[in-house]
């Protein structure tokens, strides 16, 4: 994800999200522009042609409502402590009451708003609207985002993460196992088998190039929730079940199932990745693989049946519960969902709509077939018919959104180099997280 800094001074940041002269105040009634407008304040990290787009087209629509984008300019990277006072600042915005009429929340505590009740919730808004096709929305990532059963975000857009095996080498080694109940003591099991199956002198690895603080990370994703409450403020990572977490990281290296290292071809059995279109379905996995094979990440702890793939959003927005212009704001987030916006060359992600999705997938499978199509090393992409039928499955049933935060994942990968290169034991590195990470969550 992206990394957002924050270069306006603390004072324009607090003018602008009070913005009482400009009418973005939430507590007061409608405000209308000099045209007799009214006017909607929408607040987002950073001011890029898509908003600049989407602005423009949403006035064309609604004449008679004056958008109003507040945006703060971006950098490459966070200043030194920026990132905290921009989530302080804005944390004070919203439980003030003093917020924008929509929020962009990425990366800000979203369901603490929610337990506040400065959020308002779309669910009625929702079946309501007359000019949004229901049939046609992703509604399983919709649900996968409520809180007590309420809708208070709504994405612009999705990625998903998978596993990608080798086909043929997981054929061969006639190892058996359901990617959609597999965890990771399987996924260790699973590798040493087809290790000790696979023939040649060259080492076989299940993940190649891949640094233990990344798979760390990885497999944090998963057990994320058993650590962290964020309602509560409250982490556990001091606990003996993340320390035996490090551990069971440290033996897949020291079996030589994972290397950082980089494998010679042919000799990596799987490869973790982000899809964020239909085209990386295509060339990550077949730039590395003859025959890759789609699969659900490993789970944490015990096994359960998963219906499809874990998902990300990308840019999540929500309506303050005291706007003046909630029926204005609706419009706007509805706006988001049309066609007309989900279209947008700009837009990131999958589409929330199945439709787009499917088109999309459609183009590229029919651009494959008459060879217009070809991997970025210049070879034609040889993709049958079946395996575009397990991309739109993959699209349409992923609903495994998990909740966390990326500034705790990154202190969790920070510190825990400290352990992987033998400079502190693991109760030593989790007591360090659990110190930082408890600072953060209070802040």
Known sequence: MKKWILILSMGVLITSLTACSSGGSSTADKVTSKDGKTILTLSVTESTPFYQTVEKKFEEKYPDIDLQINAYKTGEQWGSGDYEK???????????????????????????????????????????????????????????????????????????????????????????????????????????????????????YALASYPPELLFQEMLVENYAAFVDPSAKKATFDSTEFVNLFEQVKQMYEEKIVTSEEAKPGNQMFNSTSITSPIDFIEGPYMLFDQPKLLQSPQAGETGDRKGSRVATIKQFAIHAKSPVKDEAWKFISFLLSEEVQMLQDREGFSMLKSMNEKKIDDLQEKVKNGEYKLPNGEMAKVSDEQFAVFKQIVQSADQYVDLDVKVLNIAGEESVAFFSGQKTAEEVAKLIQNRVTTYLNE
């Open 86 to 204: 921009y989530r302080n600042s804005m944390n004070t915005a919203m439980l003030s009451g003093k917020s924008m009429d929509i929020i962009e929340v990425d990366d800000l505590p979203f369901k603490e708003y929610v337990s506040k009740g400065v959020l308002l919730d779309m669910n009625d808004l929702l079946n309501k609207d007359q000019t949004l096709d229901k049939d046609d929305l992703q509604m399983n990532i919709l649900d996968g985002l409520k809180v007590n059963d309420g809708m208070y975000t709504v994405p612009l857009g999705y990625m998903l993460r998978a596993f990608v095996g080798d086909g043929e080498m997981l054929s061969n080694a006639n190892v058996k196992f359901d990617d959609k109940t597999w965890n990771w003591k399987e996924f260790e099991k699973v590798s040493k088998e087809v290790i000790q199956k696979k023939s040649g002198t060259d080492e076989v």
